[in-house]
């Protein structure tokens, strides 16, 4: 709907807002220089397999914060002719390339690990190898929480991906320094590469979920049903004998989202007054989803042309549902698709 008349403020608020998230991706490309460092001495004092791919990870650590910082500035540019409803989608690439790099380097931990399984060698320098491990997993550990708490923040899925990414890491390392531990104490050399490809076998899975996650943000997927529920009750409030609402859909793009309805009044109504409650409908939504940009279709209920739109939508209650929950007897044929009685 058009912008026209809405509250000082309100129609900056229902556009896509860019967010400029690049701060964190120097953290996070900060904390894995230091980390490859520290871990790189670690392995280079001990000579253990557990530890250099730990070390490895490390470097996919890298390569995907560097990712994600070039990602995230494609991100945050505003909206422009070839791009009506911004970029924010441009997140979801950088989940899918950290996926794809966290299997490369599984594969040559477990590659790694099977070798020295095979060709077992001795452990040297256990305590200070060790402890610049524990040092370089701290590090990991607090970026971690601060990105995992920004994606949140700012529903964006590479920090949130990257953060837990290298929360993985830290448990990565809490295993490979069970693992060489282990080996210190009974002698029993292969132990750390058995260590290390359960470390791979865990790094897969991680993989696999950044994928999966990435896919499903590019296939447009749905906010959650909760966040659904929310809007229908909003809308719900809105209902009356003359006014309903169906075609309920949303969908999350990068840290924006976006919700259509559309929206039955009486035919004879005119646009100011079918405008008025649009108004009305767009501004509540937007007070409970500052982050949802709502687009209100305006249908004459008497029109059959108006109903089974689309195979899929949230349902939204009609004045009869409504009327039928309050007597305790919901109807289950009413909001199917057929024009309100």
Request: hydrophobic letters at 50%; glycine letters at 8%.
């Amino acid at each position: 709907m058009s912008a026209a008349g809405d509250p000082p403020g309100l129609s900056s608020v229902r556009a896509p807002r860019s967010v400029n998230l690049s701060r964190y991706a120097y953290l996070s490309i900060a904390a894995a220089v230091v980390t490859i460092t520290l871990k790189v001495i670690a392995w280079r004092l001990t000579g253990s397999v557990g530890l250099l791919s730990d070390a490895a990870e490390s470097v996919v650590n890298l390569v995907a914060a560097v990712a994600m910082l070039v990602v995230l500035r494609v991100a945050a540019k505003p909206a422009d002719s070839n791009h009506l409803f911004g970029h924010s989608k441009a997140g979801y690439f950088s989940a899918a390339i950290e996926g794809q790099l966290i299997f490369v380097a599984a594969l040559v931990i477990m590659w790694t690990a099977v070798e020295r399984f095979i060709n077992p060698r001795p452990i040297e320098d256990v305590g200070l190898g060790l402890g610049i491990s524990v040092v370089a997993s701290v590090v990991n550990g607090v970026v971690g929480i601060l990105l995992i708490r920004a994606g949140r923040r700012y529903r964006s899925l590479p920090l949130t991906a990257d953060g837990k990414h290298l929360m993985t890491d830290v448990w990565t390392s809490v295993g490979v320094i069970v693992g060489v531990l282990l080996v210190a104490l009974t002698g029993i050399e292969r132990l750390d590469p058995v260590i290390a490809f359960l470390v791979g076998l865990n790094i897969v899975f991680t993989g696999w979920k950044l994928l999966r996650a990435s896919v499903e943000g590019l296939m447009d997927i749905a906010m959650t049903r909760e966040d659904n529920a929310v809007i229908a009750d909003v809308l719900t409030g809105f209902v009356t004998p003359e006014v309903h609402f169906h075609a309920l859909r949303t969908r999350e793009s990068g840290h924006d989202r976006f919700a259509e309805v559309h929206v039955l009044v009486p035919g004879a109504w005119s646009v100011q007054q079918g405008h008025d409650l649009v108004e009305e409908v767009e501004a509540a939504v937007c007070l409970r989803f500052p982050d949802v940009v709502l687009t209100c279709h305006l249908e004459p209920s008497e029109d059959p042309r108006a109903y089974g739109d689309y195979a899929a939508e949230f349902p939204v209650p009609t004045h009869d549902d409504i009327l039928a929950a309050h007597r305790g007897h919901p109807d289950e044929a009413a909001g199917a698709g057929a024009p309100p009685t």
